[in-house]
């Protein structure tokens, strides 16, 4: 397509965009800044160039002591959609408020100023809420770190591989894992009616809002088109902070939420388990550089919400090494905590495994020594689930030679096979790559041997698919895999 063509064709789109939001309804987007003078701009046009015309931004600068504030007042001056507003400052929580106040729309949503919005996914899920008449809209995130986006955490997408409309937080528990402000959109009566507010201090606290909101929608809709990049700042205050401040800020938000969702168990006990599979663990990786006090943190903290979890899930569902480590923590046994963590008790695939009476079991640091039942080591479904990558992809005149790494983490290969799924090419796979390799965070290496594989995709020619889908067995072990085909 020429130029002028895809020029033609842009100003089509821009036609029907107009059109489809002839009658739409206003959409408030409240953007809180401080110190953020290098980044608003950026985060402001993003709001303005994505397909959803009828918004107004309603910007409050928190007492930034860089230019933010000039920078904000000049792109208002320029575009009249947006509307500035300047406090003294009294942390993001306030600005939020400040900025709800002031807002008109007959809906809401968030962006944090060194964030930035997608082109289309407010306008899915604007056209969604009008569909379902939902109270609030969770939409997909994504995660820019430099200039590089990438997509958020696997559980993330797997919320959004399963979007709905019109559902209630009893049908799709699964959603309380999107708990950052941005990538929600709330019908503003709602919001008013139930007076939600984000607190002031916010460490961890944005969880609160969200599940809230979320127990008290009449329904919700749920996303799949992604609508908000989430840039990760080494100062973020939801990022990092190894300090038992830190620790007791995140518990405490934890036991504020679960005692919303009090109410709905289904909702709590899908809580619990979420937090004991991410969050939770997130806090126990940083022991690898923290100090005493953090660690009398978690002894305190962790082995109370260990002691809330339905008792089946939080056997298979979460991993080996964390049900070890709690168990350390409700033993209060310290020293026993920092010989596991030094030992890279944390990293499971640098440990031999095996069969236990108790079941396929992870030898970790303390196996047979720690005061710990069996069935804490032992390896949950997920842990030994198929993986594969395609390392690489080169042209043999129409045939594509694919480099393919495929294995069962934590477990020994004896004599696997691989197949492949194809849409009727020729396929030749020969078990004569590297072995996948997995890297400790200290550097220590296990080699997965039998893992490497060439496939040969025949006469494939300018048709190359995008990814590859293999089917992994070895013995009775099988596991079906698909992984992207690098360009």
């Known amino acids: 397509m020429t130029n002028s063509g895809r020029r033609a064709r842009a100003a089509v789109g821009a036609v029907r965009r107009r059109w489809r939001n002839r009658d739409s309804p206003l959409l408030s987007v409240v953007v809180p800044v401080y110190n953020a003078a290098d980044l608003v701009e950026e985060s402001l046009q993003s709001v303005l160039d994505q397909q959803y015309r009828n918004v107004e931004i309603v910007v409050v600068d928190d007492g ?23 406090q003294p400052n009294g942390g993001v929580g306030v600005a939020r408020r400040t900025g709800t106040d002031a807002a008109t729309g007959e809906y809401l949503t968030f962006v944090d100023s060194d964030d930035t919005v997608t082109r289309s996914g407010i306008q899915v899920a604007m056209d969604g809420l009008r569909r379902s008449g939902s109270d609030v809209a969770v939409m997909p995130y994504q995660r820019r770190e430099g200039d590089v986006v990438r997509p958020a955490a696997p559980w993330i997408r797997a919320v959004h591989a399963r979007p709905a409309e019109g559902v209630t937080l009893a049908e799709r528990p699964d959603v309380l894992v999107s708990a950052i402000p941005g990538g929600k959109i709330f019908r503003r009566a709602f919001w008013d009616e139930h007076g939600f507010v984000y607190p ?42 190894v300090t038992a401040a830190a620790v007791h800020a995140r518990h405490d938000a934890m036991d ?7 109410p709905l168990p289904v909702a709590r006990d899908e809580r619990i388990l979420q937090y004991l599979r991410h969050n939770v663990p997130n806090s126990l990786l940083k022991l690898e550089r923290a100090d005493d006090a953090y660690l009398d943190a978690l002894v305190e903290r962790v082995p109370q919400i260990v002691a809330a979890a339905p008792p089946d899930r939080y056997a298979t569902e979460v991993p080996a090494q964390y049900r070890v480590l709690h168990a350390l923590l409700a033993a209060g046994d310290r020293a026993a905590v920092w ?9 499971p695939e640098m440990h031999p495994s095996g069969p236990e009476p108790a079941g396929l079991t992870v030898h970790l640091p303390g196996w047979g020594v720690d005061d710990v039942r069996p069935e804490a080591y032992v390896l949950t479904a997920e842990q030994t689930a ?33 197949s492949v799924k194809t849409d009727g090419d020729l396929v030749d796979v020969v078990p004569d790559g590297e072995p996948h390799v997995a890297t400790s965070r200290q550097g220590a290496q296990r080699r997965y041997a039998r893992s490497g594989w060439t496939v040969t995709l025949r006469g494939v020619g300018r048709r190359a698919p995008r990814t590859l889908t293999v089917t992994l067995q070895d013995g009775d072990r099988t596991g079906t895999v698909t992984a992207p085909i690098p360009r």
């Open 339 to 347: 010989r596991f963590v030094r030992a890279e008790g944390m990293q």
């Open 256 to 262: 504020a939420v679960l005692e919303i969702l009090a």
């Open 200 to 241: 002031t201090v916010l460490l961890a606290g944005d969880q609160r809002v969200a599940a809230e909101a979320f127990l008290r929608a009449r329904t919700l809709d749920i996303t799949s088109v992604p609508a908000y990049t989430w840039r990760r700042m080494e100062t973020s205050i939801s990022q990092g902070h």
């Open 386 to 418: 198929a993986r594969a990558v395609v390392r690489s992809a080169r042209r043999d005149g129409p045939d594509l030679v694919l480099d393919v790494a495929a294995w069962f983490p934590n477990l020994e290969l004896d004599g696997p096979s691989l």
């Open 64 to 86: 930034s002591t860089d230019d933010s504030l000039a920078v904000v007042q000049a792109f208002a001056a320029r575009n009249p959609q947006v509307t500035v507003l300047s």
